[in-house]
């Protein structure tokens, strides 16, 4: 079955320091979103992309995020300027349709931890 | 403000029983809400999803209903096994095109 593969599996990085979190979404999708889970919270929505810019973000997507799809197959997460805040696992999904028609497929994510 | 929660955060039941997980939401404007289980070290998996114009829908064990007169959903699932241990959290769509809100998330434990 085709899954959505995100590395790294786990990132360690210092305060301040830039993070490039990559996803590779299921090859047919074509809508691409980045959530995240604080421990012991509920997943929060952070953005959506389609047709190469983004559709929705949230308030937590501030200005030290950005996303790309450099290429055509990985879709990337980048945290410009990491704030202990930010430690959470961070989950890639993609859809075939957007969220309202279709279900997503999440990746097994990346647990990032801001010292 | 705009809200999914969940009832309990820990259910625990016995192999074989009928295992029912509920769910609040307040957003009447919600059209489309998922279930989705998330195994530990693992993603949201997606488990059954129900639009705002049915009331029930079945698949292989498992059951959501949808009660929009109080807001509310249910996941039931049927003879439950120890391979559905999980954290379940229900999600909404709420009228945006493009996001999901998910709940707080239940804990179902199941013990032989």
């Known amino acids: 079955e085709p899954e959505v593969t995100q590395t790294p599996s786990h990132q360690v990085t210092q305060m301040g320091q830039e993070v490039i979190l990559r996803c590779v979404p299921i090859?047919?999708?074509?809508?691409f979103y980045w959530y995240r889970q604080i421990l012991g919270q509920k997943v929060e929505f952070l953005v959506s992309f389609y047709n190469n810019e983004i559709s929705e973000k949230s308030e937590i997507f501030d200005d030290q995020f950005s996303v790309e799809r450099p290429d055509g197959s990985n879709f990337t997460l980048k945290i410009r300027s990491t704030k202990l805040e930010d430690s959470a696992m961070y989950f890639c999904?993609?859809?075939?349709?957007?969220?309202?028609?279709?279900?997503?497929?999440f990746g097994s994510g990346t647990q990032l931890s801001v010292l | 403000g705009e809200s999914v929660g969940l009832h309990l955060p820990t259910l625990s039941v016995q192999e074989g029983d009928n295992s029912i997980i509920n769910c609040a939401y307040s957003n009447s404007a919600s059209d489309y809400f998922i279930w989705y289980k998330q195994e530990s070290g693992k993603g949201p998996q997606f488990i059954i999803d129900i639009r705002s114009n049915m009331d029930k829908r079945q698949g292989q064990r498992v059951t959501v209903l949808l009660n929009k007169t109080v807001k509310h959903l249910s996941l039931q699932i049927a003879a439950t096994q120890p391979g559905d241990s999980a954290v379940y959290f229900c999600?909404?769509?709420?009228?945006?095109?493009?996001?999901?809100?998910f709940g707080t998330g239940t804990r179902l434990q199941v013990t032989l």
């Open positions: 090859s047919n999708h074509l809508y």
């Open positions: 999904a993609s859809s075939e349709n957007q969220a309202s028609s279709g279900k997503l497929f």
């Open positions: 999600a909404e769509n709420p009228g945006t095109a493009s996001k999901l809100t």
